[in-house]
């Protein structure tokens, strides 16, 4: 899994009953990253940071929560477990941890009164280890589901999935909530087909889109590579997701990917772009075999 990359960490906290949670990757010291979003309703913290462009390169930990905009607030309790840590960009008078953090929305799945908050996130982080990460329904993946397209009565579990894959040192990982509007796709399967959205009212002027989607998603890598390059990783984890989930990217949904890179292996960024479509592709097409 991602804490197969040295030094990475992840913990959950999860509300079984509310079906809600938030997943925390700390990251190790000097990680780099960049993202991208896709989606038409993204839920996202610190996300204008991740822009090449922007003076900072470094992030401390990446937070994927359920909750929607409410579930933001998970990253605080982040930021306050890092400063107590020692984490941080420094400042003049501090070190200011920097936790990019992505929401999906499952306030319409349990308890919407009850979402992830600064505890969420602080209780997680304590939670965050090395050892193997579990997966499904558990911490942003608790109340994910699927298939909504073809409207609410066709919805099922989505959750929380992963992948790896490895050439010599080289190591690309994936940690992804899917929370999709969409169906995953098995093998090489083209999506859907006029059909199929004659049948969802796809082709009205104004379609009813189901509410409650959006894909978040970390790919991380142990490649030395700079803020611009993980930007370019960040495209191709998107290349990986419209691989494996049909629809994708819609006006309903908040897909968002970070990249980041923890700068041990040098190697060139076309092996990691499509490493990391890959791992994003498996990870995902694992929903469609349950």
């Known amino acids: ?13 999860t509300d079984e009953e509310a079906r809600t949670g938030c997943t925390v ?8 990253a960049s993202g991208e ?26 937070v994927l929560s359920g909750g929607s905009a409410f579930g933001l607030a998970s990253a605080d309790g982040v930021v306050r477990y890092l400063e107590e840590s020692g984490r941080g960009f420094p400042v003049v008078v501090a070190r200011v941890p920097i936790v990019v953090a992505l929401s999906l929305f499952d306030l319409a799945v349990g308890d919407a009164s009850i979402r992830p908050n ?12 090395v050892g193997p990460v579990q997966l ?11 298939g909504k397209w073809r409207g609410w009565t066709a919805a099922r579990p989505g959750g929380l999935v992963g992948s790896v894959r490895k050439h010599g040192d080289l190591v690309v990982a994936s940690l992804v909530a899917v929370n999709a509007l969409g169906d995953p796709l098995e093998g090489a399967s083209a999506g859907v087909d006029v059909t199929d959205l004659e049948a969802a009212g796809w082709l009205e002027d104004t379609p009813k889109l189901p509410f409650g989607n959006t894909t978040i998603g970390a790919v991380v890598t142990n490649a030395k590579l700079t803020k611009a390059e993980c930007h370019l990783v960040a495209q191709s984890a998107h290349d990986g997701l419209a691989r494996s989930l049909a629809p ?5 949904d908040g897909d968002a990917f970070v990249a980041a890179a ?23 097409r694992s929903l469609a075999k349950r």
């Open 1 to 13: 899994m991602i804490t197969e990359i040295e030094g990475v960490q992840v913990g959950h906290w």
């Open 25 to 32: 990757i700390i990251l190790p010291e000097g990680t780099v």
């Open 37 to 62: 979003v896709r989606g038409g309703a993204p839920a996202t913290r610190e996300f204008a940071l991740l822009d090449p462009l922007r003076t900072v390169a470094n992030v401390d930990a990446i």
């Open 118 to 129: 600064a505890e969420s996130g602080y209780q997680a982080s304590l939670n965050a280890n």
């Open 136 to 146: 499904g329904s558990v911490g942003a993946g608790t109340g994910a589901t699927i």
């Open 248 to 252: 994708v990217h819609t006006a309903s």
């Open 262 to 284: 923890t700068g041990t292996v040098p190697v060139g960024v076309a092996a990691v772009r499509e490493l990391a479509a890959t791992v994003v592709a498996e990870a995902v």
